[in-house]
């Protein structure tokens, strides 16, 4: 028992190190450490989809403040790159650590203990648009592709990932599959591509209803992308369907600062 689980956290320590260095090898991020607390009230904590109930801290020798476990960091990101001056094309990741007790399942996939690459860049000028958004994506999926085929010399685990990842959009995921929950599409293209990144997670389907939640302050599900389909944000899925990350650009308003980040 015990040879197994080392083997295992070993495991997990070389898929966890490999990644991180191939994402900062193809996006070309620094990593820096984050929080894991926000103060309530100063702005930096993530209202995922505006209703999850954060895990709040007392903390005995700060009396005229409130804390929070954080959920992400998605805006202190931007608001460091912004402190920091940061340049277009730069950016940063951190090992993030979270606590969300509001996950509406719990599974091998879903928990209240978030730990996650959390990245963010300042996007080139003239470039907040749908081709640097797939650009982006297919660097993301190199790494974790590179990843997979290092764990399958390593370890011996047959590679299964496609050399290339399709991108869809939600509405076009309605259009194929009508008669389908948004999960059961996501599983039925992730299974018949092998890695999808889906577009548009957040607004009003053709059917009425969003595909899922996302934050109501900085997600961008509104903005046209292509061939008359609206969002400038997605998840990746792979062929077991898995979420391996999610990404969004800007704020649903285009005059906003935070527009220049990703």
Same mark, same amino acid.
């Given at each position: ?16 190190? &490999? ?127 590179? &990843? ?115």
């Amino acid at each position: 028992m015990k040879k197994s689980f080392i083997h295992q956290q070993q495991e997990i320590s070389f898929v966890k190190n &490999t990644f991180t260095q191939y994402l900062i090898d193809k996006l070309g991020i620094v990593e820096v450490q984050g929080p894991i607390l926000s103060q309530v009230g100063d702005g930096m904590q993530d209202n995922l989809n505006g209703i999850e109930n954060p895990v709040s801290v007392h903390v005995k020798e700060i009396t005229d403040a409130e804390y929070e476990v954080v959920h992400s960091l998605a805006k202190w990101k931007r608001h460091t790159l912004a402190r920091f001056g940061f340049n277009e094309g730069e950016g940063l990741f951190v090992h993030m650590k979270a606590l969300r007790p509001d996950e509406d399942e719990l599974d091998p996939i879903h928990s209240i203990y978030v730990d996650q690459w959390d990245w963010e860049k300042v996007i080139p000028n003239g470039r907040r648009d749908i081709d640097y958004l797939k650009e982006t994506v297919e660097q993301v999926y190199k790494a974790i592709r590179l &990843t997979e085929l290092a764990v399958e010399v390593r370890f011996d685990i047959e590679a299964v990932l496609p050399k290339t990842i399709t991108f869809i959009h939600t509405e076009e995921l309605v259009e194929r599959y009508p008669d389908l929950t948004p999960k059961e599409r996501e599983n039925a293209a992730a299974k018949e591509y092998g890695a999808i990144f889906l577009i548009g997670i957040g607004g009003v389907l053709p059917d009425g209803k969003p595909h899922d939640g996302r934050a109501p302050d900085y997600d961008d599900w509104t903005s046209e992308s292509e061939n008359g389909y609206h969002g400038l944000e997605g998840n990746h899925e792979l062929c077991l369907g898995i979420v391996i990350n999610g990404y969004s650009c800007g704020r649903r308003s285009p005059k906003t600062p935070s527009q220049n980040y990703w």
